[in-house]
C-alpha cells in the first residue's frame, strides 16, 4: 500500500462466439446428436510509462484467438447401456506487439489441439446404481518460433506434439430416493494455456 501505480493502466477487450445445434432422435434410432463451435477473441493493453510495475517503461498489446468445434453422440444400447463418443478440435494463436519498439517482429505463437473420448454408461439395479467408464486422447502440436531478445534458456521456442491418455471411472450409487453417492477416479493432465506461458 506504500507504493501505488498511478500511472499504469490493463484495459481488456473480450469477445464471446457460440454456436450451438442438437438433433435428437436422428433418423429413428436411439441416437443424440449435439455440435458446437465457438469463437473466443482476448486483447490486453498494458501500459506503464513510468515504470511502476515492471521497473521500466513498458507498452504492450497482447492478443489471443481461439477457434474450435466439438460433436457429442449418445445413443442407447440396450435397456442398460448409454455409450458416448466425443470428438473436438481447437485452434490458438498468441499475439504479442511491443509500442515502444515497433521496428520489433515478434512472431505468433500457434498451437493445434485434437481431442477423442469415449464412454458408456452401465445402469444397474433398477437405475440405482451407474457405473461410467471412460478414456480421453487428446494431442497438442506447439509452434513456437521464440522471442526476439530474450534468452533461449528463459522462453518456450521449438515445436512440440504431445499426447495425453487419460483412462476415468465414476460411480453412482443411490441408496434410497432422494440420495445419491458419487466417486469419480481419473487422470486429468493440464496443459499450460498461452497466456499461462506467454501473458
Given amino acids: 500500500g506504500t507504493v501505488q501505480a498511478r500511472h499504469t493502466r490493463l484495459p481488456q477487450l473480450r469477445q464471446l462466439g457460440h454456436?450451438?445445434?442438437t438433433l435428437d432422435r436422428l433418423r429413428d434410432t436411439p441416437l443424440d446428436v449435439r455440435g458446437s463451435a465457438w469463437v473466443v477473441y482476448d486483447r490486453q493493453d498494458f501500459s506503464d510509462p513510468r515504470g511502476e510495475i515492471a521497473f521500466f517503461p513498458q507498452e504492450t498489446v497482447t492478443g489471443s484467438t481461439a477457434v474450435g468445434g466439438q460433436t457429442n453422440l449418445g445413443g442407447a444400447l440396450g435397456a442398460h447401456?448409454?455409450?458416448?463418443?466425443?470428438?473436438?478440435?481447437?485452434?490458438?494463436?498468441?499475439?504479442?506487439?511491443?509500442?515502444?519498439?515497433p521496428g520489433l517482429a515478434i512472431p505468433h505463437r500457434?498451437?493445434?489441439?485434437?481431442?477423442?473420448?469415449?464412454?458408456?454408461?452401465?445402469?444397474?439395479?433398477a437405475e440405482r446404481v451407474s457405473l461410467l467408464p471412460g478414456i480421453r486422447w487428446e494431442i497438442y502440436r506447439d509452434d513456437f518460433p521464440g522471442t526476439p531478445?530474450?534468452?533461449?534458456?528463459?522462453?518456450?521456442?521449438?515445436?512440440q506434439v504431445q499426447d495425453f491418455l487419460s483412462p476415468r471411472l465414476g460411480v453412482r450409487v443411490?441408496?434410497?430416493?432422494?440420495?445419491?453417492?458419487?466417486?469419480n477416479l481419473g487422470r486429468y493432465p493440464r496443459v499450460p494455456n498461452l497466456t499461462d506461458l506467454f501473458g
Fill in 149 to 159: 531478445g530474450v534468452p533461449a534458456p528463459m522462453q518456450a521456442s521449438g515445436v
Fill in 110 to 125: 500457434p498451437r493445434l489441439r485434437g481431442t477423442i473420448a469415449a464412454e458408456d454408461e452401465v445402469l444397474l439395479f
Fill in 81 to 101: 447401456q448409454l455409450p458416448g463418443l466425443y470428438l473436438g478440435a481447437g485452434h490458438e494463436r498468441f499475439t504479442e506487439e511491443d509500442k515502444l519498439d
Fill in 19 to 21: 454456436l450451438h445445434a
Fill in 174 to 183: 443411490e441408496p434410497w430416493p432422494g440420495v445419491a453417492v458419487l466417486g
